[in-house]
């Protein structure tokens, strides 16, 4: 597969989604069918730019703040960009054949544009933040499934408002309305 290129920025930036008019709210479900998809539970397949193996890289035991790194100091986790990956991959198995096209695309000045697997539209006036969570003890994997056996992520957890809620009643947090939506 040839990777799909954006210019490169910090790194930090995710990529657009097709319709998604700016950066700040990034939604799983960018189209009317792909929601309609989503409700009769039928998956997408992702179409990642790069085959991201997560379960080499968990199974190496990097912890997954490492490339999330905003994920227990804030709203965001983040996805790692091509300068996270060459932190490591300037030295490691740079003989093998993904491991030299994203050295190449690094050399050009390009990124990789991930395509987001979770996550909230605009227009469901969700807030949500991570750190609270990660403070709390709520495994990743509560709300993402076993990612460590994953390739690239597959959405195999439903956020839906009963999903959060029942939780929080559990977990006495707060549910007030006004503390997941604005
Ligand atoms: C903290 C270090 C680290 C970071 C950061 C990292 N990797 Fe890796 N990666 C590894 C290690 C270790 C391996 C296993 C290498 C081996 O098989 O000996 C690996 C393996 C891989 C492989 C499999 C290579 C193959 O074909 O066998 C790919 C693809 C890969 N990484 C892509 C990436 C990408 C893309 C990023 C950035 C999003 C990234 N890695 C970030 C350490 C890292
Ligand atoms: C309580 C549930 C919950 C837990 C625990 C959780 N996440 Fe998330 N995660 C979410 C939700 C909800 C979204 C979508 C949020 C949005 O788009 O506003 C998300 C989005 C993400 C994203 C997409 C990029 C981003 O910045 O939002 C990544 C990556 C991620 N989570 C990684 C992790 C990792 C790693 C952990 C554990 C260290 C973790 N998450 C723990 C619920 C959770
Ligand atoms: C070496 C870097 C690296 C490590 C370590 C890593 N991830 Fe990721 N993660 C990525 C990359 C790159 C993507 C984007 C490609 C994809 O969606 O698979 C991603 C995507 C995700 C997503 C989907 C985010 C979205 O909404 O699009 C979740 C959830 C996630 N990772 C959770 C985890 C969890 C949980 C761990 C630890 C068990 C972990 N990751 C460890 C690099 C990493
Ligand atoms: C498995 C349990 C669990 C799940 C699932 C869960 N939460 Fe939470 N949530 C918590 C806990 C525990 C806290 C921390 C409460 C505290 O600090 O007192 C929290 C805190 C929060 C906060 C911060 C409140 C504040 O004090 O600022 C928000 C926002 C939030 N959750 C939204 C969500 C949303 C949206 C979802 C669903 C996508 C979700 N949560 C799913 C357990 C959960
Ligand atoms: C712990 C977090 C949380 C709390 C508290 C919460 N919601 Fe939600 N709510 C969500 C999430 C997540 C969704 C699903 C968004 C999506 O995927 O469309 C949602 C969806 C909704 C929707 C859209 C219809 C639906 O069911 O999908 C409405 C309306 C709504 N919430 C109203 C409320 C009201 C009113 C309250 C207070 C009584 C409230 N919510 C409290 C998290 C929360």
């Known amino acids: 597969m040839q990777p799909t290129?954006?210019?490169s920025n910090d790194g930090s930036d995710i990529a657009l989604l097709?319709?998604?008019?700016?950066?700040?709210?990034?939604?799983?479900?960018?189209?009317?069918?792909?929601?309609v998809d989503d409700f009769l539970n039928r998956?997408?397949?992702?179409?990642?730019p790069l085959e991201f193996p997560h379960?080499?890289?968990?199974?190496?035991?990097?912890a997954c703040e490492v490339c999330h790194e905003g994920v227990d100091k804030g709203p965001k986790a983040g996805i790692p960009?091509?300068?996270?990956?060459?932190?490591?991959?300037?030295?490691?198995?740079?003989?093998?054949?993904?491991?030299q096209q994203i050295t190449a695309m690094r050399d050009k000045g390009l990124d990789l544009a991930?395509?987001?697997?979770?996550?909230f539209s605009n227009d469901d006036h969700v807030r949500f933040n991570h750190a609270p969570h990660i403070r709390n003890k709520v495994e990743c994997a509560t709300c993402?499934?076993?990612?460590?056996e994953q390739t690239i992520a597959q959405r195999n957890v439903e956020h839906t408002m009963g999903f959060c809620v029942n939780c929080?009643?559990?977990?006495?947090?707060?549910?007030d309305c006004l503390t997941c939506h604005f």
């Not at 998956?43 to 990642?48: N, S």
């Not at 991930?114 to 996550?119: K, N, P």
């Open 55 to 62: 379960n080499i890289h968990v199974g190496k035991e990097i």
């Open 114 to 119: 991930w395509q987001r697997v979770y996550g």
């Open 5 to 7: 290129a954006v210019p």
């Open 43 to 48: 998956r997408p397949v992702y179409e990642q």
């Open 168 to 175: 929080h009643n559990e977990r006495k947090a707060s549910i």
């Open 144 to 148: 993402h499934g076993n990612v460590g």
């Open 81 to 99: 960009g091509l300068r996270t990956c060459m932190i490591c991959h300037e030295a490691i198995a740079t003989d093998r054949p993904r491991i």
């Open 18 to 35: 097709p319709g998604q008019v700016s950066g700040v709210f990034t939604t799983a479900r960018p189209t009317f069918g792909a929601a």
